[in-house]
């Protein structure tokens, strides 16, 4: 027979904080869980860079009913509660929306995530010819570990613009029967000097140069006679010749297909997850979301990793100029102060992966502040790093407003920090959107390994994500 709870139990349940762990939940769910993730698994491989991945939205806006904002703008076609419109940004950012049922001046509920990763970029006169092999120069985009990043198989993506504008889309290592590329490492029997090096050092950045071809042009009389003959071989099928690389964007990223991880499954290993996972979850949201009451919302930037710069960075005009179109087409006497009105009264969620404690490196973290894999949904009311140097900070009343919805929706979710205090941290695209007067809460889904060519997530953890920007969405 079971004892009813101490005064202690009582007191302990009504007045502690306990993490939940989110597989205990519901067998449904779990589910529900597996077969959202192996929609996810498709999106990370078709999407492994931000121009794919934006490629890849919007097939899917179109396919769900988004109409094109731009072409909307020209018709001068005014947007009725329901409609759904997008636009890509110069084919590497995107925002959409299903206007709501409210006024637009009362504000939008928005998610958003960036959808560049770490990756290895291609120099602008990248190839050369050394000891009887061709190589190609990189530049690491965004912070790595570099000496994670040798002896892995590589896949080239990107596009080349040609001398008469032409544009020639490249992709190589994905298919079974592609080549695939690597970068080398010095033999253990020669590497005496080498491992004496500090991490940060044992590969250097002008070290990461990709091995590319061998195979001499049979010529005599030509003194590069390999990279005679690879240019050869990439005019044959690209129609490009060398100084079109200085016109391109070609990366180079791991030529791996995201796999299950563990015997249970219950983990997914890929590149990219950082931040495509977040991506991933809020655009899903969007897609199976109801009509809303509030406009909803969604922007996903590039350069996150490099400190969300340019035309189509979150520091761009892009999301003012997309709701100042939208205010544009729903109102009769439109003004910048609309916008800055709409904008006021505005709520973000900034969706990010978290640093989920390793036990293996379980020091670097305080473990009261910190994100667990399984645990659900993670919040980070600020980011920055040290002294919260850079970083965007949520206000108390919208955290209590998001943690409070995310109770009575049972979305299971838990709070951290990233890493001790004096040892770094990081940041998002929050701090950009907070600046145009917007709230805003970072949250999003723990990984491992984060920054290094195979991140991990846990399943559950993007389900719960999932249902978090969900229900935030279709939220007064």
Known sequence: MKQEKTQGELLEEKLTYKQKNAWEYSEKEVQQAFELCDEYKTYLDQGKTEREFCSVVERQLVKAGYENLTELMKKGTKLKKGTKVYYINKEKSAVFAVIGQEPLTQGINMVGAHIDSPRLDLKPNPIYEDSGMVLLKTHYYGGIKKYQWVTIPYALHGVVIKADGTKVEICIGEDDKDPVFTITDLLPHLAQEQMKKKATEVIEGESLNILFGSI?????????????????LLNEKYGMVEEDFISAELEAVPAYKARDIGLDRSMIGAYGQDDRVCAFTCIKAMLDLPQPKKTALCILTDKEEIGSMGNTGAQSSLLKNFVSKLLYLTVDNYSDILTNQCLENSKMLSADVNAAVDPTYESVNEKLN??????????QKYTGSRGKYDASDANAEFVAEIRNLFNKEGIIWHLSEMGKVDLGGGGTIAQHVANLGVDVLDCGVPILSMHSPIEISSKI?????????KVFLESK
């Open 216 to 232: 001499p042009l049979k010529d005599d009389e030509v003194k590069d006679k390999i990279k005679l003959n690879i240019l050869k």
């Open 370 to 379: 910190s994100s667990y894999m399984g645990n659900g949904i993670v919040f």
């Open 461 to 469: 953890d993007v389900y719960m994500s999932y249902k978090g920007m």
